[in-house]
Structure formats: structure tokens, C-alpha cells
């Protein structure tokens, strides 16, 4: 409990990032209402992508024959809050069954075998539990726009780090759950792209018209991005990736991001958060 407790308010102090044994991987805090008690309980999980809105986690116990707390909780009420880096949304836990669950499990033992290790030891089917936000749109995050911006960029950028990671580690194959996690990253890339086109940019431009170049550069460069991923996104839905090109993609891909990122930052990040609040 004291450990947890600490990788929680190490979590909170610092937008999401943790050192010591969950360092570099995807972690999420996960509160639940107790099924006894009625309060709340917040527990650090790591987490496998599987589309926009919504993760995976595993109920594994560190190998325990019996199903953490966690779960049992979200069995009786389902309705949970999730914390994931800066952000904080409420979700609908639902318990995978049958061969959705087979299949997602399958994915995560092919990227990290020690779940397969955490089942065999446990002797029990480990659930699956698929966390879906409920509501649309991105997560609340930093109240000042400004500041929400930043963390939107940081998300892609952690995920973008971990995506080369896995891509460097990968064998000559490409695993189900790589390309599930670059899938999610170019769905995301282009939604929020979309996003500061339709409808943060012309608000920008109008009140400020001296960024009007800079938003053209801007525009542009998404223009830019998007070819890439598209290209990526096209090699992880081939039959036979070639994982070369992959990682060649992947580090053009974080290279002119991270570049376009920074200089989005520079130009907007000021004139955002000096903005009276909206009412």
C-alpha cells in the first residue's frame, strides 16, 4: 500500500511520469468504489492502447491466485475515473469475455510475456477489462488552454518514445499490439490535427492577425505529418511489414513532430494562456 501510495503522488506531481519499475511504460491510475465500503480507491495500472477512448487493463495481482480488489470493485460498480498523464476523465469498465478477451490477451503476451508468467503463476484466467471514456472529445486536462495544449502535445510525445522503443525491440515480424498502438497514435495525430485546423487556428487568426503566417506554416506542416503517417499507417495494415521501413517512418515521424510541436508551442502557448477565461 505504501508503494502504491508513493507511485501515486509521484504520478500527480509530475503529469504522469514515474520513475522505478514502471519507468518509460504506460501507466494509468485507476480509482473504483469500494464494493463494501462505498469509497473510493485509486490503484496504478499499466495499460495496453486499443483504440481512442479507451484502454486495456489486466486484472493480474502480480501473479496472486486470487483477483485484486481493483477488480472486484468495478464488478459492482463499473463507473470509474481514470487518470492518464495530465488528464482525468470518467469511464465504463467492462469485462472482457470469451475470444475478445482470448484475443486481447494474446496481444499483450506477445508484447511483454510476463503476463503469460503472471497467469501461470496465479492459476487463473487473468481478466481482461477494456476501460471506455464516456465522454466525448479529449479528456479535461490543465485548465489554461495554453497549458491543455502542452499536455495534448506531451501525450503524443511520451507516445511517440515508446513506439520507437517498441519498434527497436520488435523482431522481424510486427506484433498484433505494436500495430494496434501505431494505429492509435495516427488516429489521434489526425484528430487533433483536425481539431487546431477547424477550430482553434481561426479563432487565433482572428484575434491575432500578426500569427497569420505562422499558423500557414503551421497548417502546412500538418499537411507534412499527415503523408507520414498515412504511410505508416499503411505499413502497419499490410500483410507483411517491412520493420526497417517502419522504423525509418517512425523516426521521420518523431523528428518533424517534436520539431513542429516546439515551434506550435513557441507561437501559441502565450497567447493562449494570456486569454480571458471563457464563462
Not at 481561426?202 to 484575434?207: L, N
Request: proline share 8%; glycine share 10%; hydrophobic share 40%.
Amino acid at each position: 500500500m505504501d508503494f502504491n501510495e508513493q507511485v501515486i503522488a509521484e504520478f500527480r506531481a509530475n503529469g504522469g511520469r514515474v520513475g522505478g519499475p514502471f519507468e518509460g511504460g504506460r501507466l494509468l491510475l485507476l480509482t473504483t468504489t469500494g464494493a463494501r465500503t462505498g469509497a473510493p480507491h485509486t490503484t496504478p495500472l499499466g495499460y495496453l492502447p486499443d483504440g481512442i477512448g479507451r484502454v486495456l487493463v489486466i486484472a493480474s495481482a502480480g501473479g496472486s491466485p486470487k483477483h485484486p480488489a481493483w477488480f472486484h470493485n468495478l464488478v459492482a460498480n463499473p463507473r470509474v475515473t481514470v487518470e492518464s498523464g495530465a488528464f482525468k476523465y470518467e469511464a465504463e469498465a467492462v469485462v472482457l469475455e470469451g475470444d475478445e478477451r482470448d484475443r486481447a490477451f494474446a496481444r499483450a503476451v506477445e508484447s511483454d510475456p510476463g503476463w503469460a508468467e503472471y497467469e501461470a503463476k496465479s492459476g487463473r484466467t487473468l481478466p481482461v477489462v477494456a476501460l471506455v471514456q464516456t465522454t466525448e472529445g479529449p479528456p479535461p486536462g490543465p485548465e489554461r488552454p495554453g497549458d491543455m495544449l502542452v499536455a495534448v502535445h506531451d501525450a503524443f510525445r511520451d507516445e511517440l518514445r515508446r513506439i520507437r522503443a517498441e519498434v527497436s525491440a520488435s523482431g522481424a515480424g510486427l506484433g498484433a499490439q505494436l500495430r494496434v498502438n501505431c494505429l492509435v497514435l495516427c488516429q489521434g495525430l489526425g484528430n487533433h490535427h483536425a481539431g487546431e485546423d477547424l477550430m482553434l487556428f481561426p479563432g487565433v487568426e482572428r484575434d491575432h492577425p500578426g500569427l497569420a503566417p505562422a499558423l500557414a506554416r503551421m497548417r502546412a506542416e500538418h499537411e507534412a505529418i499527415k503523408t507520414i503517417v498515412d504511410r505508416l499507417r499503411d505499413l502497419v495494415t499490410g500483410d507483411a511489414p517491412d520493420r526497417a521501413a517502419l522504423a525509418a517512418d517512425v523516426d521521420r515521424l518523431t523528428a518533424d513532430l517534436e520539431a513542429h510541436l516546439d515551434r506550435e508551442e513557441d507561437a501559441l502557448v502565450p497567447v493562449l494562456n494570456a486569454a480571458p477565461a471563457p464563462r
